[in-house]
């Protein structure tokens, strides 16, 4: 069982940066690929980035490939999410995720999720 706690949420500027960082507790958080999501208003929840249990590959979504890094620490039991160059339709509830894997993640076979935390971008 891991339980996951998004925090770092707020509202930004276009163009700014946020880091969203996910709590997780449970013995075997490190044997997880770890992941984000996210959901606008009207729309359906979309993938965003995931990475390996290790931490050594990651995948991104083509629309935030290049302003968002995604990193973990299974020291602390930590996943974050650094966000940059934001645009308003980055707009959504972000949720963290847990899986066996980043292709599991990426087809939305999720095993844990978080309750999200809000990022606004305001134009």
């Known amino acids: 069982q891991v339980q996951l706690v998004e925090s770092g949420g707020g509202v930004v500027q276009a163009g700014g940066s946020l880091r969203l960082s996910c709590a997780a507790s449970?013995?075997?958080?490190?044997?997880?690929?770890m992941g984000w999501f996210r959901q606008a208003p009207g729309k359906e929840r979309e993938f965003v980035t995931a990475i390996i249990s290790s931490g050594s590959s990651t995948r991104y979504a083509d629309s935030v490939k290049g302003r968002f890094a995604i990193s973990r620490d299974n020291v602390k039991n930590m996943v974050y999410l650094q966000m940059n160059s934001l645009k308003p339709e980055d707009t959504a509830v972000y949720y963290c995720?847990?899986?066996?894997?980043?292709?599991?993640?990426?087809?939305?076979?999720?095993?844990?999720w978080g309750q999200g935390t809000q990022v606004t971008v305001s134009s």
């Open positions: 995720a847990a899986s066996v894997s980043p292709e599991a993640l990426k087809t939305h076979r999720v095993d844990y």
């Open positions: 449970g013995r075997y958080f490190s044997r997880y690929a």
